[in-house]
């Protein structure tokens, strides 16, 4: 290449396009960077909803069994009470016939 050349259009060209191109990924770094700090910030509120989601199934299952045991206490009672009719019946039974 001559000096008569660095004025020349065709470099001037390919300098403003260079220029350009150099604007442009400029950019895109710091796109790039945002979006890693996005990806970092969503990483953690995942972690966090994660951790939050595993609280509330803990919960849940301790509401369960809770619920379970207040549903079979009727049973229970009505248990209770039938086997003490049929020790009162029982021991009527026997009070009568040893009175007899």
């Known amino acids: ?33 945002e979006t890693k700090l996005d990806f970092t910030a969503n990483n953690e509120q995942m972690k966090n909803m994660t951790s939050t989601l595993e609280k509330l199934e803990v919960k ?20 209770n009470l039938i086997k003490t009719i049929i020790t009162v019946i029982a021991t009527a039974a026997v009070t009568y016939f040893i009175s007899k």
């Open 1 to 33: 290449m001559n000096d008569d050349c660095k004025d020349c259009i065709y470099i001037k060209n390919v300098e403003t396009r260079l220029t350009k191109v150099e604007g442009v990924v400029e950019g895109l770094q710091k796109d790039v960077t």
């Open 60 to 79: 849940i299952d301790r509401l369960d069994n809770k619920i379970d045991k207040l549903e079979s206490k009727p049973a229970q009672n009505w248990e």
